[in-house]
């Protein structure tokens, strides 16, 4: 079981309290403009709590991977921008992220006002967890407050060193995430289905593995499914394959646990307008690639998540960005939304396919996370959940 976290309820707050927020405001930029916002409004019911009780707000993030530089293509601007609409006031966005300039700003904010840093991933002491970067940072705050789920599983600066010296708790979509995740692995009701794609099967072993402790059936769909055929001695054509991952997926497979596509979609080419045909997933002829499953597979894998009573599913089943090759996600979107289960959906791209298709509200909880979620599910904790238990017995301890 994933062990609980500190709430927003058991910190020392009073008027004027500055909270340094850590969020993750790591949005799909498209041409300088945000293409989904889900990060940003998920992180506003721990906003709002927070300028209800009159704190003062010092938000941080980061976006994209900088890797310790300045980048103005990774600018939190834009972030800034939208969450003043969201929140129908000025977000001023410090030009600096933990400097002196930060500072002034902090001290000028007035009860219930909310100021973003710029991304943390401009200094390098962010990744490498820099203690001295750390406590610049922690100086932005008297608590601490972590909502960024989907970097919980990176032990950088800003999520694991303001537990070291703040009291710290978990904003309410951390928390939430935390408890959605941990019921599928204490207790679905049963049958459990997890539906899994992506790319690479090496990416996902650990979580694979993971789960087949607790599911009832993973359904297989995404170019790792290919590396599966060729497990069972199927005709792959060029369809992506890890050959070094065979072996395991043999004994995977050997669980009868593990359903795998029946038919797909093989293409000529990875493009909108290159010729494509609908073939045996066992005989995919030489020069054509796997690109989505097929009508079969994915009436299949519906009719399983209909009968089941929780699902989760993590990543598209085949290129859905491509329009001719999204068949596959769609009908497992629909699938998930229309099922009376439980259902969670995680990650990156299966996230953004259900809002894509306006699915997001017929499903129970569309996480924010994907690597953190998965990371979740494989180690059943993660180093940004420790540190917040870690703050929350080293403040019990002072008090004693
Ligand atoms: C994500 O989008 O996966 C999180 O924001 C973490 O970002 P990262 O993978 O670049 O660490
Ligand atoms: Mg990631």
């Given at each position: 079981m994933v062990e609980p976290v500190p709430r927003l309820e058991s910190l020392p707050l009073e008027k004027c309290t500055s909270v340094l927020l850590r969020a993750d405001f790591n949005v799909p930029l498209r041409d300088g403009k945000i293409d989904d916002d889900l990060r940003i409004t998920a992180a506003l019911p721990t906003i709002d709590w927070l300028r209800e009780r009159e704190c003062r707000i010092v938000a941080c993030s980061h976006l994209g991977r900088p890797r310790g530089k300045v980048d103005p293509k990774y600018s939190l601007a834009p972030v800034a921008e939208r969450l003043g609409e969201l929140l129908g006031t000025e977000v001023p966005l410090s030009s600096g992220v933990a400097d002196f300039g930060s500072v002034t700003r902090m001290q000028e904010l007035g009860a219930g006002e909310v100021m973003l840093l710029e991304n943390?991933?401009?200094?390098?002491g962010e990744e490498a967890n820099d203690p001295a970067f750390a406590t610049n940072l922690s100086g932005l705050g008297d608590v601490y407050v972590d909502d960024a789920f989907g970097a919980a599983h990176r032990a950088h600066a800003s999520i694991v060193g303001p537990p070291r010296v703040l009291p710290s708790a978990a904003g309410r979509l951390l928390a939430r995430e935390v408890e959605v995740l941990s019921t599928l692995l204490d207790a679905p009701k049963h049958p459990f289905v997890v539906v899994l794609g992506g790319v690479k099967v090496s990416d996902k072993l650990g979580v694979i593995d993971a789960l087949l402790d607790h599911c009832d059936q993973l359904l297989i769909g995404g170019a790792m499914a290919f590396t599966f055929l060729a497990a069972e001695g199927g005709e792959i054509g060029d369809s992506l394959v890890e050959v070094d991952q065979v072996e395991h997926c043999k004994r995977l497979l050997a669980t009868g646990k593990v359903q795998i596509p029946t038919d797909v979609v093989a293409a000529a080419d990875i493009r909108e307008d290159a010729p494509a045909r609908h073939v045996s997933a066992r005989a995919i002829p030489a020069g054509w690639k796997g690109v989505d499953v097929g009508p079969e597979t994915a009436a299949n894998y519906a009719d399983v998540v209909a009968g089941s009573a929780t699902v989760l599913w993590n990543g598209p089943m085949g290129i859905f960005e491509i329009a001719p090759f999204a068949a596959g996600t769609r009908t497992v979107a629909e699938a998930v939304a229309d099922s009376r289960a439980f259902t969670v959906v995680g990650g990156g791209d299966s996230a953004a396919a259900v809002r894509e298709m306006g699915l997001a509200e017929r499903v129970d909880h569309v996480s924010t996370g994907g690597g953190a979620a998965l990371e979740l599910i494989e180690f059943g904790d993660l180093p940004g959940l420790q540190a917040l238990r870690a703050s929350q017995a080293q403040i019990r301890g002072h008090g004693q």
């Amino acid at each position: 079981m994933v062990e609980p976290v500190p709430r927003l309820e058991s910190l020392p707050l009073e008027k004027c309290t500055s909270v340094l927020l850590r969020a993750d405001f790591n949005v799909p930029l498209r041409d300088g403009k945000i293409d989904d916002d889900l990060r940003i409004t998920a992180a506003l019911p721990t906003i709002d709590w927070l300028r209800e009780r009159e704190c003062r707000i010092v938000a941080c993030s980061h976006l994209g991977r900088p890797r310790g530089k300045v980048d103005p293509k990774y600018s939190l601007a834009p972030v800034a921008e939208r969450l003043g609409e969201l929140l129908g006031t000025e977000v001023p966005l410090s030009s600096g992220v933990a400097d002196f300039g930060s500072v002034t700003r902090m001290q000028e904010l007035g009860a219930g006002e909310v100021m973003l840093l710029e991304n943390l991933r401009f200094e390098p002491g962010e990744e490498a967890n820099d203690p001295a970067f750390a406590t610049n940072l922690s100086g932005l705050g008297d608590v601490y407050v972590d909502d960024a789920f989907g970097a919980a599983h990176r032990a950088h600066a800003s999520i694991v060193g303001p537990p070291r010296v703040l009291p710290s708790a978990a904003g309410r979509l951390l928390a939430r995430e935390v408890e959605v995740l941990s019921t599928l692995l204490d207790a679905p009701k049963h049958p459990f289905v997890v539906v899994l794609g992506g790319v690479k099967v090496s990416d996902k072993l650990g979580v694979i593995d993971a789960l087949l402790d607790h599911c009832d059936q993973l359904l297989i769909g995404g170019a790792m499914a290919f590396t599966f055929l060729a497990a069972e001695g199927g005709e792959i054509g060029d369809s992506l394959v890890e050959v070094d991952q065979v072996e395991h997926c043999k004994r995977l497979l050997a669980t009868g646990k593990v359903q795998i596509p029946t038919d797909v979609v093989a293409a000529a080419d990875i493009r909108e307008d290159a010729p494509a045909r609908h073939v045996s997933a066992r005989a995919i002829p030489a020069g054509w690639k796997g690109v989505d499953v097929g009508p079969e597979t994915a009436a299949n894998y519906a009719d399983v998540v209909a009968g089941s009573a929780t699902v989760l599913w993590n990543g598209p089943m085949g290129i859905f960005e491509i329009a001719p090759f999204a068949a596959g996600t769609r009908t497992v979107a629909e699938a998930v939304a229309d099922s009376r289960a439980f259902t969670v959906v995680g990650g990156g791209d299966s996230a953004a396919a259900v809002r894509e298709m306006g699915l997001a509200e017929r499903v129970d909880h569309v996480s924010t996370g994907g690597g953190a979620a998965l990371e979740l599910i494989e180690f059943g904790d993660l180093p940004g959940l420790q540190a917040l238990r870690a703050s929350q017995a080293q403040i019990r301890g002072h008090g004693q």
